[in-house]
């Protein structure tokens, strides 16, 4: 048999636009929860720890301007009460102040600031405690070669925004406010910065600047609380990724290996039994995969046992017609001459008719692939075939004079989903049968009605039955049983088997059964029952 397969065509609503396709979540799709899953885990954890971080970065901050500024206020109040001289416009001893700084412990990692009313440092932390900066020096210069210590234009520039950002904020401070926050020292370094006004009564004698240094360290800290959270989201990208790794592109990768050796080595089957017992798509691929090797297996095997067949079928009547014809140059009387030229016309029809069924037969796939199925009234179909045959009936009791008689027991339509060629084509078969085992002036009668979702009809006759074993095998491929009186070679043994094919290609059965005398209980004729699903259920 021919097998044609072709590609699917989706269905398109009508006026020829599609559906927009709306992104939904993968509810039957194990591994497509699975990807997502693992992906916004991963990608969770990431966005906690930043979460995490911002918390405590602005704490660590905060925490420190707080420190500051309660230090500061603290420095502020002192300097007022003992540094403040004259009236009625009370002014800063910068003598006094300065030794106040030093009086008063500042840590190291701290420095102090105190400016007066105009701006100018009367005082500075670092001056008081002989705070020296240091940095390592550069390698020695070769002759010729530029001075690398000297400031980069980048460096200058870079001193000079962070001197504009302390006159801003002391500005600031100048107004009375208390002004707190990041910014850049001279060197690049961030520090945290808390300027306080000194302020006796309503006039601000100067500004206090406290500045803690120590923010990379606070960076450095929140980076390494940041740290745990980056090694568990690597570790779940890398777990997830072995898992992805394991769960699909290894099984894809058998899947590949297992079709290209069913493809390299001839196989007729592919078996993945660990594959096959998973519940997600993969499983679902396996099973189809082997689902589909098994039924192709089964074609190729189909189609091997038709082959043989229909080698054996053919070399009956070639093997006939040759021996015909060898001793038709022996026989020289006109009646044994006569019978050797009817058994070579018969042995012609026989291949004639055997090529057709078979040609028929093996375009059956091709032609039920080709045509979809559609509404159609079995009933009113089965009145026109029945009707065809009353039309070449012939009169007497002469070899094709059998009846055909049709009868629908409900009046009303009785759709079924078919194909129209194929289905006439099976009832056409059943009477041709039919008629060949009824004796002359016999009848044919054809039933059809409507039950339990199903639309069963009956072609049945009036000739010999068949016998009890054989109610089964008449459905296989070249059985003949050929009724006396007619023709050797008048059945190809293909109808019955053709039928059977078309019949569960449709969803429906059929079956045969002998129609019994109820007067005598001996055998009265044959029944050959087709039931179809109903369309309208």
């Known amino acids: 048999m021919a097998t044609v397969t072709a590609k699917p065509e989706p269905a398109r609503p009508q006026g020829g636009v599609e559906p927009r396709r709306r992104l939904a979540w993968p509810r039957g799709s194990r591994l497509g929860r699975l990807i997502i899953i693992l992906n916004v885990l991963a990608l969770a954890i990431v966005v906690v720890g930043a979460l995490v971080l911002n918390e405590l970065r602005s704490g660590l901050v905060n925490a420190r301007i707080d420190s500051l500024t309660t230090q500061g206020e603290l420095i502020a109040n002192v300097i007022d009460q003992s540094a403040t001289v004259g009236e009625p416009e009370p002014a800063l001893d910068p003598y006094t102040a300065s030794a106040i700084l030093q009086v008063l412990f500042i840590p190291r990692s701290q420095r102090a600031r105190l400016f007066d009313a105009h701006g100018k440092v009367l005082a500075d932390s670092f001056v008081v405690a002989d705070h020296v900066d240091w940095k390592v020096l550069p390698p020695a210069r070769k002759p010729g070669q530029k001075d690398q210590a000297q400031q980069s234009p980048r460096e ?168 015909a014809i060898e001793t038709l140059d022996l026989v020289t009387e006109p009646a044994p001459r006569a019978r050797l030229l009817a058994i070579l016309r018969n042995d012609v029809n026989r291949l004639d008719r055997l090529v057709t069924d078979i040609s028929n ?26 009707g065809l045959y009353d039309a070449q009936l012939r009169p007497g009791p002469a070899p094709g004079s059998v009846r055909v008689t049709f009868a629908a027991e409900d009046p009303r339509p009785m759709p079924v989903l078919a194909r129209e060629t ?108 087709v039931e179809l699903p109903d369309a309208r259920e």
């Open 422 to 529: 194929p289905i006439g084509q099976v009832f056409r078969n059943l009477i041709d049968n039919a008629r060949s085992f009824s004796p002359d002036d016999g009848e044919v009668r054809v039933v059809v009605n409507r039950a339990r979702g199903k639309v069963t009809t009956t072609v049945e006759d009036d000739g010999p039955g068949i016998p009890p074993d054989n109610l089964e095998t008449i459905f296989e491929r070249f059985y003949t049983s050929r009724p006396k009186g007619r023709a050797f070679g008048g059945n190809s043994g293909l109808g019955l088997s053709i039928a059977r094919q078309i019949v569960e290609a449709h969803g429906g059965t059929i079956r045969a059964e002998n129609r019994m005398d109820p007067a005598t209980g001996a055998i009265a004729g044959a029944r050959f029952i």
């Open 156 to 323: 200058k520039a870079r001193a000079e925004r962070a001197r504009q950002a302390l006159a801003d904020e002391i500005a600031r401070a100048m107004k009375g406010h208390t002004v707190a926050g990041t910014r850049v020292s001279e060197d690049g370094d961030r520090v945290v910065s808390v300027s306080i006004p000194i302020q006796h009564v309503r006039a601000v004698l100067g500004v206090l600047t406290l500045e803690a240094g120590d923010v990379d360290q606070i960076i450095s800290a929140e980076r390494k609380a940041l740290l745990p959270f980056i090694v568990v989201a690597m570790i779940a990208i890398l777990v997830s990724s072995v898992l992805l790794h394991r769960l699909i592109a290894v099984p894809v990768l058998r899947l590949a290996r297992a079709a290209d050796h069913v493809r390299l080595q001839g196989a007729r089957a592919i078996s993945l039994p660990d594959l096959s017992e998973r519940s997600d798509e993969l499983g679902d691929l396996s099973r189809s995969l082997e689902e589909m090797t098994h039924s192709l297996s089964e074609r190729m095997d189909a189609i091997e046992r038709f082959a043989a067949d229909v080698a054996h079928e053919i070399k009956n009547p070639l093997t006939s017609i040759r021996s």
């Open 361 to 386: 037969a093996s375009r059956l796939d091709a032609e039920l692939s080709r045509e979809q199925p559609k509404a159609l009234d079995l009933a009113k179909l089965l009145g026109e075939v029945a």
